[in-house]
């Protein structure tokens, strides 16, 4: 006798085999609409995507009117369709042909800027889609503030309507008075049939009041929300390379991984093809890369491979699985586990068992209901080897991972905005009052040191951790949740730039990206000698290897940092652009801003916000005014090591910074670290074997011995000059000092010989002596002690270094507290998550940002640094 759920399944697979038949059927299908919505004219943006004028696809454009952003924001990877926007007073449809038997990507564009006469935070609205609500009460500016995000996407993936037309209506609400609608702009993409008829119910049960009810996903199943998708193992997908046109973006998984056990993550060395899969499910880089528990057993059979999600509550959702396995050639070699929320998915699950061949790309789809519990609702994915088979190797993979919300009974995608955070409101409140009490009102004045376009990001960065923290501590009935396209971790939201950045290079001629140059500001030479009073010698705050660094003021009191090319410097064109191409691209709480660059005749000059307090080094010995306490040491190194763990992880390739250094390590004026100095930084687009050959530079000292003897430059450089930084924060004495007795003379050396003897607190800081909790004292040594190993294989992350080293501040806070429990075979702290929850604070560091190749250019042997002044780039004149 059949079950309810057996019967409805069946139902389900028959109505979707039913469209996608159909579907194959019908005429071809007519060309995507791309409408650039606002603008009288369309254009073209910087992927070379042509976007045409929204007006003729108005059922009425009284209602409407087109507006321009006040200002663009750093994040923006394009002006177009961002600074543009249609704003609607009252109900507007939008009236598009659509071929009734397709199915549609329908993307809406939210950048919430200031616009003229209007005010973002009164905007709520609905919309509605061939008969899908989509967004109700929506507030982009809510839910970009709440995420962190400059601008937001939502992606639908709509069932054929069987109607030749698809109307799309904005509608204010009527909750607020003086409310708006407004978009910037519209994609409507045919795709082929994406969802077939092998998606598999998991937790359905019989009592639809546990589980969800179970008859809605017959009716609803065509129509779903984009709201995770992954290239698991693999790094930042762009639009651009996606499979059959569809522009999807891909993005890192990393940040979603729960904890510090993040497994291992490869590469195929082989051909990877179809193989009989449609080339419209993904892009073959999808099925290249994959995320493994690694080759120890002992440890595998100890953890899940998890990935955690927030959603909302009270839908059911489709998780998609991309597999490829291109090491195993036999069944039953790696067989695991699957599990979502809990629930087993399937026990046996075997790619090569289910292909029957080696690297041959398959999906497997999973639906499963979300109810309401207390708390955040959350959606986990775990994968674990399963042991009563006897597989040869007790390992997961994972090469790709996608989640759509399904509508539900009342065809209602729409979920809640996400809630700011009391953190977040009360950081506001606190930059209200102090904007009050200000000298000169000016919001970017009060908060100097934030991201390039705006101060807000900072802020709003520094609170997204306590927001995920606290995901897990707030009781039921929190309006919180996540349903925006871009990740959490997307580009930061800035919203108090007085800055019209340009967006163009201006002629430039040195060889820069156009989506670097676009997200960076030019300055005419005429602007540049206004805001240093023509390269006046009293605002020199510095002399490095690229020429003098000049204090500025910029848009009336926005201070800056200008480095001025020197004409004979050797460093010059190659630091210029390198520093255009790294910054111009990346925008981080913990990364200096690059606010934009000068190229005008024979001047090249490059503008940074200005900060306050320096280098970390200058506080921490040079005769200091300022006693940094132990956990502002501590604070900024956790600051400085958010900023490179993003540097190396998120972003498309790996950024290696290559001369990580206390004065490269710059405080703002609210003691906020930031990573400085890219000039001699490599992005590793090519690392198939692991690092980048080439000529070896940096500073003595806090040189890689490994990067030094082999020339091969990988991440793990970086760790271990990160490694001599710690020990630079806790002995206040420089890297290196040839005064010192022989033994003593490198500071690496020194500090293990006396932490391997046990004897480390002599040479610890005498201003710390008594105030550092044993137990923090000794989890930051181990830390520091690990990133100076000899090899870089045994050296361990930047990931795994922030973990610790917030762990380290929390025992001196809170000396009474849990410890880590140690798993066996493990050489760091994977526990303990209640604590600090390791996968929520790392994901507001990743971004979706593409980063090009960058060319080997002839470099020159590096010297030794001794510079400390106010800004990074301030070092030897003779170069490093």
């Known amino acids: 006798m059949h079950t309810n759920t057996d019967i409805l399944f069946s139902l389900t697979c028959l109505f979707v085999l039913f469209i996608s038949l159909h579907a194959a059927s019908s005429s071809p299908k007519p060309n995507p609409l791309i409408l650039n919505c606002g603008s009288s004219n369309g254009g073209t943006d910087t992927d070379g995507r042509k976007w045409e004028s929204d007006s003729k696809y108005l059922v009425s454009s009284d209602k409407s009117v087109m507006a321009k952003a006040d200002f663009q924001d750093p994040s923006l990877s394009s002006e177009i369709p ?35 006469n209007f005010n973002i935070s009164n905007s709520y609205f609905s919309v509605m889609a061939g ?11 809510t839910t970009c503030e709440a995420l962190s995000q400059a601008y937001v996407i939502k992606e639908y993936s709509l069932a054929s309507l069987n109607s030749d037309v698809l109307n799309v209506t904005f509608k204010p609400s009527d909750k607020y008075p003086g409310s708006f609608a407004f978009v910037n702009g519209i994609e409507v993409i045919p795709t082929p049939e994406l969802f077939d008829d092998d998606t598999e119910l998991v937790g359905f049960g019989l009592d639809a009041s546990s589980s969800g009810d179970a008859s809605t996903i017959q009716a609803s199943i065509a129509n779903m929300q984009t709201m995770y998708r992954l290239n698991v193992g693999g790094q930042y997908i762009p639009a651009t390379n996606d499979s059959a046109g569809l522009m999807r973006s891909w993005y890192d998984d990393s940040p ?41 057993p002992n440890v595998n059979k100890n953890f899940n491979l998890t990935w955690v999600f927030q959603v909302d509550a009270n ?12 090491q195993i050639d036999k069944a039953n070699q790696r067989v695991f586990q699957i599990f979502i929320n809990n629930q087993t998915a399937i026990e046996t699950a075997d790619v090569y068992g289910w292909v029957g061949e080696k690297a ?63 953190m977040m409101k009360k950081q506001e409140l606190a930059n209200q009052e102090a904007k009050a009490f200000a000298p000169k009102k000016s919001y970017t004045k009060e908060l100097i040191g934030g991201a390039a376009g705006g101060a807000a990001a900072f802020t709003l960065a520094a609170a997204i951790f306590f927001v995920a923290y606290n995901a897990k501590k707030r009781v039921g009935g929190s309006d919180s949740r996540t349903s925006s396209w871009l990740p959490i971790y997307g580009n930061s939201h800035t919203t108090a730039s007085k800055s019209t950045i340009s967006g163009k290079s201006h002629g430039s001629t040195t060889n820069i990206s156009s989506d670097a140059a676009c997200n960076c500001r030019y300055f005419s030479l005429a602007e540049i000698k206004h805001a240093t009073k023509n390269f006046d010698e009293s605002h020199v705050i510095g002399v490095g290897g690229f020429g003098k660094v000049y204090r500025g003021v910029i848009d009336g009191d926005t201070k800056v940092a200008v480095k001025r090319s020197n004409p004979s410097s050797e460093q010059g064109v190659n630091e210029f652009q390198t520093e255009i191409e790294m910054l111009g691209k990346l925008r981080h709480r913990h990364l200096v801003s690059l606010i934009g660059f000068c190229e005008e005749g024979n001047e090249m000059a490059l503008v940074y916000d200005y900060m306050g307090h320096g280098t970390m080094r200058e506080h921490l010995y040079k005769g200091n005014k300022i006693t940094l306490s132990w956990k502002q040491r501590l604070e900024i190194c956790i600051g400085a090591a958010r900023g490179l763990h993003y540097l190396h992880t998120g972003a498309k390739y790996t950024i290696i910074h290559r001369d990580v250094k206390t004065t490269n390590i710059l405080l703002d004026e609210k003691w906020v670290a930031k990573v400085s100095d890219f000039g001699l930084s490599k992005t590793g687009p090519n ?7 080439t000529v070896v530079k940096g500073s003595f000292g806090y040189l890689d011995p490994e990067y030094f003897r082999r020339q091969q430059l990988t991440e793990k450089s970086d760790v271990y000059s990160f490694g001599v930084v710690l020990f630079e924060a806790l002995c206040a004495r420089p890297a290196l000092n040839p005064s010192l007795p022989k033994e003593q003379v490198s500071l690496a050396d020194w500090a293990l010989t006396c932490q391997r003897k046990g004897v480390l607190g002599d040479i610890v800081d005498p201003h710390l002596k008594g105030k550092i909790n044993p137990e923090c004292l000794k989890k930051f040594a181990e830390t520091a002690e690990k990133c100076l190993a000899d090899h870089g294989t045994d050296r361990p992350s930047m990931g795994d270094v922030l973990w610790n080293l917030e762990f380290a501040l929390q025992l001196q806070e809170n000396p009474d507290g849990p410890k880590p429990v140690s798993r066996g075979g493990e050489s760091m702290d994977y526990d303990n998550f209640e604590q600090i929850d390791h996968n929520s604070f790392l994901a507001m560091h990743r971004s979706t940002l593409s980063l090009g190749s960058e060319q080997d250019t002839t470099e020159q042997q590096s010297t030794d640094d001794n510079g400390n002044d106010i800004f990074s780039q301030i070092v030897n004149p003779k170069g490093r």
């Open 131 to 141: 008969g899908v609500t989509l967004l109700n009460n929506f507030s982009a500016s």
């Open 360 to 422: 041959a790309p398959m999906k497997k789809d999973y639906a499963i209901y979300v109810n309401e519990q207390p708390g955040d609702e959350e959606l986990w994915v775990a994968l674990h080897p399963s042991p009563d088979l006897l597989p040869e190797f007790y390992d997961v993979i994972l090469n790709g991972l996608e989640v759509f919300k399904i509508g539900d009974s009342k065809s209602n995608l729409a979920g809640p905005n996400p809630v700011v955070s009391d």
């Open 256 to 296: 979603y991984v729960y904890g510090a056990a993040t497994g291992v993550t490869s590469e195929a060395n082989m051909t990877v093809g179809y193989k009989g899969l449609s080339p419209s499910i993904a892009p073959l880089d999808v099925y290249k890369t994959m995320r493994s528990q690694g080759p120890d």
């Open 315 to 326: 839908f059911t959702y489709l998780v998609r699985f991309h597999f490829c396995d291109y």
């Open 687 to 693: 690392m198939n074997q692991g690092h980048v050959s």
């Open 82 to 116: 961002y600074m543009n926007a249609r704003i609607f007073s009252a109900e507007t449809t939008y009236k598009f042909d659509v071929n009734s038997t397709s199915r549609y990507f329908l993307r809406l564009h939210f950048y919430p800027s200031s616009y003229p």
